[in-house]
């Protein structure tokens, strides 16, 4: 879970093959997404449906480890400064500098680990090392110059650890409704937003920060339908960020809760390839502040709307190995463009 990404759910293959599609179950992760496993293998079946959310899709076996690799890629380009996902930023009209367009590029690489704990419990680990760059392009205000300037700043490190517990409600029989739940626990462990130095001339961050400076938790229920030859999926999630005083003259800040809607389909190609499709919407509460230092107040942009539609295949290398691919793409205003992810979950 990330400021530019909320979390969501997957694809049950298990129903799929149950439902007379012929699909097997996977490692855990090969389905993703704010923001569950895997079901058990059964042998001379099918991959997984594809991934398109970055919950998996069934508990992970009692007693297996999945490690999944990815990486991920977001690109937006925007000209209003927002809170997204779990990021405050402060507003970016300074004085005499009008912010002509803001051009952001965020890559983020995170090591994931699942354990089946009972037949029906799982754990999560993952740890994101966050690459991110932003160029913003300003105009002196009131000044007669129309030449743009551009201020370039990046930031690089460990992001926000999150660990997760999921549970699947009821048996799976195969032809019946099954039910996800998860508690997600994010932490502070990346840089904060707040401490971030900033430029006296410009009135901008030096470098970017890579955490939200903010612990939260999400917790999500999730359902999975067989329809043959197809598998329906959906589920809602809400995030809560703790406000905290962070200091350095901004005071209590309370982050804006998220609601998180997600909504999609699955489908078996063949006997190594699977497609999905998915759609998330997010609506981000306004971020508050109390007793703040005058001249350190927060943009205030009211609530967001956040609609990303997102398709994904699934192609199993080997009986161990998926390789997943998903490629979101934004449908309202304050959405990033462009988000493209892939992942390699491997049973060990």
Same mark, same amino acid.
């Given at each position: 879970?990330?400021?530019?990404?909320?979390?969501?759910?997957?694809?049950?293959?298990?129903?799929?093959?149950?439902?007379?599609?012929?699909?097997?179950?996977?490692?855990?992760?090969?389905?993703?997404?704010?923001?569950?496993?895997?079901?058990?293998?059964?042998?001379?079946?099918?991959?997984?449906?594809?991934?398109?959310?970055?919950?998996?899709?069934?508990?992970?076996?009692?007693?297996?480890?999945?490690?999944?690799?990815?990486?991920?890629?977001?690109?937006?380009?925007?000209?209003?400064?927002?809170?997204?996902?779990?990021?405050? +930023?402060?507003?970016?009209?300074?004085?005499?500098?009008?912010?002509?367009?803001?051009?952001?590029?965020?890559?983020?690489?995170?090591?994931?680990?699942?354990?089946?704990?009972?037949?029906?419990?799982?754990?999560?680990?993952?740890?994101?090392?966050?690459?991110?760059?932003?160029?913003?392009?300003?105009?002196? +205000?009131?000044?007669?110059?129309?030449?743009?300037?551009?201020?370039?700043?990046?930031?690089?490190?460990?992001?926000?650890?999150?660990?997760?517990?999921?549970?699947?409600?009821?048996?799976?029989?195969?032809?019946?409704?099954?039910?996800?739940?998860?508690?997600?626990?994010?932490?502070?462990?990346?840089?904060?937003?707040?401490?971030?130095?900033?430029?006296?001339?410009?009135?901008?961050?030096?470098?970017?920060?890579?955490?939200?400076?903010?612990?939260?938790?999400?917790?999500?229920?999730?359902?999975?339908?067989?329809?043959?030859?197809?598998?329906?999926?959906?589920?809602?999630?809400?995030?809560?960020?703790?406000?905290?005083?962070?200091?350095?003259?901004?005071?209590?800040?309370?982050?804006?809760?998220?609601?998180?809607?997600?909504?999609?389909?699955?489908?078996?190609?063949?006997?190594?390839?699977?497609?999905?499709?998915?759609?998330?919407?997010?609506?981000?509460?306004?971020?508050?502040?109390?007793?703040?230092?005058?001249?350190?107040?927060?943009?205030?942009?009211?609530?967001?709307?956040?609609?990303?539609?997102?398709?994904?295949?699934?192609?199993?290398?080997?009986?161990?190995?998926?390789?997943?691919?998903?490629?979101?793409?934004?449908?309202?205003?304050?959405?990033?463009?462009?988000?493209?992810?892939?992942?390699?979950?491997?049973?060990?």
């Amino acid at each position: 879970m990330n400021h530019r990404s909320c979390i969501a759910v997957a694809v049950l293959s298990a129903l799929l093959a149950r439902a007379g599609c012929g699909l097997a179950d996977t490692p855990a992760g090969s389905g993703q997404s704010a923001p569950v496993g895997q079901a058990p293998q059964q042998s001379g079946a099918a991959p997984s449906t594809a991934q398109v959310f970055a919950e998996p899709t069934a508990l992970t076996p009692r007693g297996e480890f999945v490690l999944e690799p990815s990486i991920q890629y977001v690109h937006s380009t925007n000209n209003q400064v927002a809170l997204v996902g779990y990021t405050v +930023l402060p507003a970016l009209t300074i004085g005499l500098i009008d912010i002509q367009r803001i051009q952001s590029n965020l890559t983020t690489a995170t090591l994931t680990g699942r354990y089946g704990i009972l037949p029906r419990l799982e754990l999560e680990v993952r740890v994101p090392y966050v690459d991110e760059s932003t160029s913003t392009e300003t105009r002196p +205000l009131n000044t007669g110059s129309n030449v743009d300037s551009f201020f370039d700043v990046a930031g690089h490190g460990i992001g926000d650890i999150e660990v997760a517990l999921r549970a699947q409600l009821n048996h799976l029989r195969g032809d019946n409704v099954v039910w996800l739940a998860s508690l997600l626990f994010k932490t502070r462990t990346g840089s904060d937003l707040f401490q971030e130095p900033i430029d006296p001339d410009s009135g901008l961050q030096t470098q970017l920060p890579t955490g939200s400076g903010f612990y939260a938790v999400q917790p999500s229920f999730t359902f999975l339908m067989p329809s043959d030859p197809a598998v329906f999926f959906g589920g809602l999630a809400y995030t809560k960020s703790f406000a905290r005083d962070v200091g350095y003259g901004y005071g209590y800040v309370y982050p804006g809760g998220i609601y998180d809607v997600t909504i999609g389909m699955g489908l078996a190609l063949n006997e190594r390839a699977s497609f999905s499709m998915g759609y998330q919407e997010s609506i981000v509460d306004q971020t508050t502040q109390i007793e703040p230092n005058p001249s350190l107040t927060l943009g205030r942009v009211g609530t967001l709307e956040l609609g990303t539609l997102r398709f994904g295949i699934t192609y199993r290398a080997t009986g161990w190995a998926y390789f997943n691919f998903t490629l979101g793409i934004g449908v309202t205003r304050d959405t990033p463009d462009m988000e493209a992810t892939t992942r390699l979950p491997m049973t060990l």
